[in-house]
Structure formats: C-alpha cells, structure tokens
T-cell receptor
Framework: GENVEQHPSTLSVQEGDSAVIKCTYS??????FPWYKQELGKRPQLIID?????GEKKDQRIAVTLNKTAKHFSLHITETQPEDSAVYFC????????????FGTGTQLKVEL | NAGVTQTPKFQVLKTGQSMTLQCAQD?????MYWYRQDPGMGLRLIYY???????DKGEVPNGYNVSRLNKREFSLRLESAAPSQTSVYFC?????????????FGEGSWLTVV
C-alpha cells in the first residue's frame, strides 16, 4: 500500500517568516494530495489540495508544490501568523483507491510572536 | 447544516466492554469513513463505505465492525474493547469516491479503554 512520510515533526517560526513542510509518497499511482490543518482538539480541515497533473497551486498565503518524478510534495506558508499554529497533515490518494487517504504523521507548526 | 456529527464525544470503557460510535452526515454524501488518530501516527483508515449498502476494510480494521445503516448514518462498533483501541475516532464523509472528492471530518470521539 501507499506510505507517506512527513517532515519535520515540529516546526517553530517567527511571525512573518515562511514555513515549509515536506512529504514523500511511495506509490507512483497516487494522484491526489490534500493538506489538512488541525487545531488543538478540533477536526482536521482541508486547506489546499493538488492533483498529479498540476505542479503548483496557490491560495493566498498557502501554496503546494508537487514533484511527481521525485514523489514528493510540499506545503508553503508565507507571512505566517499566530493563527497558523496547528498540526498540518499531508495525505495521498491512489488512483482507483476509492478516495481512501493515507496520511503523513503530522507537523506541529508553532508561530511565535 | 451540521455537516458530520458523531456521538459520543467522550467515552471511557473497561477492557472487554462493547460500544458503538454513531455518525451521521446531512450533506447527502455517498461515501463515509472511520479513521483513528493516535499520537505520532497521523490518521489511519479503519473502514469505509463507498456507498449505501457497501463497506470495506481500511488499513487497521481488526477489532472493529461497521454498519452503513442508511445513506446518512455509518456506525463503528467495538465488540470487545482493548487498551490498544484508546484513540480519537473521526468519522468523515465525501460526495463520492472519485479522486479529489473532499473528505469532511466530524468533531471526533475521544475513547479511553482502561
């Protein structure tokens, strides 16, 4: 099955700096890569996603890049704010896999004032 | 429009007891899922239901059973709870199983087995 690795497990940045979280996946058949944000004690919520036919996608301060050849994708957050502090999960879904997501282990992002 | 609603929110069980986690969605979604979340391990799929009347195993199905009661409801049952099943359980739904259908999560159920 699919295996998704996520790094780093914790990330601390100063407010206004950029944050980058990286994930690698094992199955070249994966073609959908969402990112979820989970605040403490809350549900995971989708913040951005990308499909394998796209190399980059941006939504305001958040962007995701995908390198199919290397089988890795990254989340970029610019101009970080305290409310960006949360756990971020990457995930991958296989073609024909029934929309079943395989998640990374999460990155605890802390934005310090 | 409540989205995905799951009950109970908190539960403490003794080893060997049974219980059912209930989940309902009001988004007219076809597909529903149960995930568990453990520290340092992300979310792992227990079972899913691609459509009403079908259920399939996910990554960690052992010790669990599910029932897709109707289009709205998808329950998760622990027949004989074990301490290893202490976790946070999330029900989720999506409009379908086609690639890219956004998965929406419920608020979670915190289960402790002692």
């Amino acid at each position: 099955g699919e295996n998704v690795e996520q790094h780093p497990s914790t990330l601390s940045v100063q407010e206004g700096d950029s944050a980058v979280i990286k994930c690698t996946y094992s199955d070249s058949a994966s073609n959908y890569f969402p990112w979820y944000k989970q605040e403490l004690g809350k549900r995971p919520q989708l913040i951005i996603d990308i499909r394998s036919n796209v190399g980059e996608k941006k939504d305001q301060r958040i962007a995701v890049t995908l390198n199919k050849t290397a089988k890795h994708f990254s989340l970029h957050i610019t101009e970080t704010q305290p409310e960006d502090s949360a756990v971020y999960f990457c995930a991958a879904s296989l073609t024909g896999g029934g929309n079943k997501l395989t998640f990374g282990t999460g990155t605890q992002l802390k934005v310090e004032l | 429009n409540a989205g995905v609603t799951q009950t109970p929110k908190f539960q403490v069980l003794k080893t060997g007891q049974s219980m059912t986690l209930q989940c309902a969605q009001d988004m007219n979604h076809n597909s529903m899922y149960w995930y568990r979340q453990d520290p340092g391990m992300g979310l792992r799929l227990i079972y899913y239901s691609a459509s009403e009347g079908t259920t399939d195993k996910g990554e960690v199905p052992n010790g669990y059973n599910v029932s897709r009661l109707n289009k709205r409801e998808f329950s998760l049952r622990l027949e004989s709870a074990a301490p290893s099943q202490t976790s946070v359980y999330f029900c989720a739904s999506s409009s379908g199983t086609g690639i890219g259908n956004t998965i929406y999560f419920g608020e979670g159920s915190w289960l402790t087995v002692v």
